[in-house]
């Protein structure tokens, strides 16, 4: 969490309020340490989500299918839910959970990996309202281009963890080693957004750093 933890809580207690069934899955995500969305991020998304109402979502990254069933809950009936994972047991714990929690009609899991399925989407020239993204961190710069086709003129796009828990303002030499290339690489996504012309964006401290986009009328990538 970037910002002071006990402040955090404070929050989350005037704001959070997620269904019953969700607080179930958040419950059992976090017993068997499966990453899923922070509470503020949660309160962040039905917020956008209320006000934006978008007739078709994309997510990316569906681990569990938490924040896809999140989604569901703030927006029409009839509005597109789909989300990409290509992780074979994260695949099989959304199948799941939709199954369970009577989801399976409201949202499409596309099996596969995120670039080469929005690469496919661009192809098939998909347009969405919404994009949240919420996958491997060190693949945003790779994946901006198809997602910045994929929004709509207008179109807002959310994407989760990109002030790393706070070490985005390290040196990469005193990044681990192992994480320099995800820290050079979001370093390079959040210049993109910030700086492009696609994009107006702002970068929220709440959970691991949410940067909230909305895709300027006929800017080019």
Same mark, same amino acid.
């Given at each position: 969490m970037v910002i002071?933890?006990?402040?955090?809580?404070?929050i989350d207690a005037l704001t959070w309020d997620i269904p019953k069934y969700l607080k179930e899955v958040e419950k059992e995500?976090?017993?068997?340490?499966? *990453?899923?969305?922070?509470?503020?991020?949660? @309160?962040?998304? +039905? #917020?956008?989500?209320?006000?934006?109402? *978008?007739?078709?979502?994309?997510?990316?990254? @569906?681990?569990? +299918? #938490?924040?896809?069933?999140l989604i569901s809950e703030y927006i029409s009936r009839d509005a597109i839910i789909d989300t990409i994972e290509k992780v074979p047991a994260r695949i099989e714990g959304a199948l799941k959970n939709y199954n369970k929690y009577n989801k399976k009609d409201r949202i499409n899991l596309i099996q596969g990996d995120a670039l080469e399925v929005l690469?496919?989407?661009?192809?098939?020239?998909?347009?969405?309202?919404?994009?949240?993204?919420?996958?491997?961190?060190?693949?945003?710069?790779?994946?901006?281009?198809?997602?910045?086709?994929?929004?709509?003129?207008?179109?807002?796009?959310?994407t989760d963890n990109v002030l790393q828990d706070g070490n985005i303002i390290q040196s990469r030499y005193v990044v681990t080693r192992r994480d320099r290339t995800i820290h050079t690489r979001m370093r390079k996504y959040l210049y993109y957004l910030t700086h492009s012309e696609d994009f107006n964006t702002v970068i929220l401290p709440i959970g691991d750093g949410v940067a909230v986009s909305v895709k300027n009328c006929k800017g080019g990538f």
């Open positions: 002071n933890e006990r402040l955090g809580v404070f995500a976090i017993s068997e340490n499966v *990453p899923i969305i922070k509470r503020p991020v949660q @309160t962040l998304l +039905g #917020f956008l989500l209320r006000f934006t109402q *978008p007739d078709a979502v994309l997510e990316i990254g @569906t681990a569990i +299918g #938490f924040s896809s069933m690469k496919t989407l661009s192809e098939k020239e998909k347009i969405y309202d919404f994009v949240f993204m919420d996958a491997a961190k060190g693949q945003y710069i790779n994946f901006a281009e198809c997602v910045c086709k994929l929004l709509k003129e207008g179109g807002m796009l959310v």
